[in-house]
């Protein structure tokens, strides 16, 4: 269920009192700095402007550089307790992500004042600067966390319900004028159709495994030579077809446009699926993890709902101004048919391993 964000506060803000009760809870060291900035190399960045659906802090204490979230308000208890026993596992075996804290009790939520909080080990690197290589390096990472296994109990996730949850979100907030509603009827009805089709291609009987449920470039940190460091954020992760991450990565890495230095979209609606980069992105990820057939036929379809999942995320956060609309839902239907093109023009996984891709 996707919901309304609450009333903004000053996300980067924490009173005095609870960080008091983090830096006991977490058996810190008393000489603690609390920095509400993003380092990334030469480059600093305000908390706040980076992202603001949560509280977060970077701490440093006794040496040790640490981060504290907020648990957003969209991320339920349920998922919540699902993302960290992921996290947890994927730490354990190896895999690129910050290591989640335990505080003197064992637990790792702090639950105070109605917040939910939970401190990281805090992972140093840069941000996404948009080139290749660092998009290949994603689906590789990406390919590699489908991979392994995790939590097999937990919240199940459809693209095509969460599309439509979108659409209703959009509907309620900027939906008033009859020319939007009108807009925002074909989008369900495109939704519609598409999950017919996939359901056709085997939709349902996909596996449902872990996904992570917002793989963009925004929750990733790299390394200066292009590697990734670490995944972030999995307030968004769930059991359901691992299709979806894939198609969501070859869209927020190669059509989304960014506002400058922020996880907002950028007020130019999104380009047209670019071939070469999106090829290079599902090379290296079968490179690591081959996908099915089904699969294969879905994720058509699972590209167009997720187009329509993020425009209309962009009318939700005013990205996109209403006026857009029309072109929001162009983009969703080349898109469609762009990862047909796509999925259907692949070469075979042997001549991706001949080729030397970037792993």
């Known amino acids: 269920m996707v919901m309304k964000k609450p009333p903004r ?18 058996s810190l060291a008393d000489n603690i700095r609390f920095c509400p900035i993003l380092l990334d190399g030469d480059h600093c960045t305000l908390i706040d402007v980076r992202s603001a659906t949560s509280k977060k802090m970077v701490l440093e204490s006794s ?24 996290q947890v596992q994927l730490a354990g075996s190896g895999f690129s992500v910050p290591v ?42 990406l390919g590699r ?22 659409i209703q979100l959009a509907r309620e907030l900027v939906g008033e004028a009859p020319s939007v509603s009108s807009a925002l009827d074909r989008m369900q009805l495109l939704v519609d159709s598409w999950r017919d089709h996939a359901t056709l291609h085997g939709w349902h009987n996909l596996p449902q495994r ?9 929750n990733l940190v790299y390394h200066p ?5 670490a995944v972030l954020d999995f307030d ?33 609606p999104p380009d047209a699926l670019p071939v070469k980069q999106a090829t290079a992105m599902l090379r290296a990820y079968e490179a690591e993890r081959p996908l099915t057939d089904e ?16 425009g209309c995320l962009g009318l939700i956060r005013g990205d996109y101004s209403t006026d857009s609309i029309e072109q929001l839902i162009s983009w969703a239907v080349e898109v469609r048919h762009d990862v047909e093109r796509l999925f259907l023009s692949r070469p075979a996984i042997a001549s991706m391993k001949d080729e030397g891709v970037a792993r």
């Not at 506060?9 to 977490?26: G, P, R, T, W």
């Not at 505080?103 to 290749?132: A, C, K, M």
């Not at 869209?251 to 400058?260: D, E, G, I, Q, S």
């Open 9 to 26: 506060l000053a996300y980067f803000n924490f009173e005095e009192s609870l960080l008091s009760q983090v830096a006991h809870d977490y």
């Open 63 to 86: 040496g040790e550089w640490l981060f504290l979230k907020q648990i957003p308000w969209y991320c339920d208890d349920q998922t919540m307790d699902f993302a960290l026993e992921w």
């Open 100 to 141: 989640v804290r335990q505080r003197r009790s064992g637990e790792r939520v702090l639950r105070v004042t109605g917040n939910r909080l939970v401190l990281f080990d805090y992972v140093w690197g840069t941000r996404y600067q948009g080139r290749q290589d660092e998009q290949v390096a994603a689906a590789a990472c």
């Open 145 to 166: 966390l489908h991979s392994l296994e995790g939590p097999s109990t937990g919240p199940h996730g459809d693209a095509f319900d969460t599309a439509a949850d979108h």
């Open 210 to 218: 872990a996904v992570h449920g917002d793989f963009s470039p925004w």
């Open 225 to 229: 030579d292009g590697q990734v460091e």
């Open 236 to 268: 968004n992760a769930h059991l359901g077809p691992v299709i979806r991450d894939l198609v969501e990565a070859l869209l927020t890495f190669c059509c989304v446009r960014y506002a400058h230095d922020s996880t907002s979209f950028a007020t130019t």
């Open 295 to 310: 699969e294969h036929g879905c994720a058509p379809e699972v590209a167009g709902a997720v187009a329509v999942e993020l």
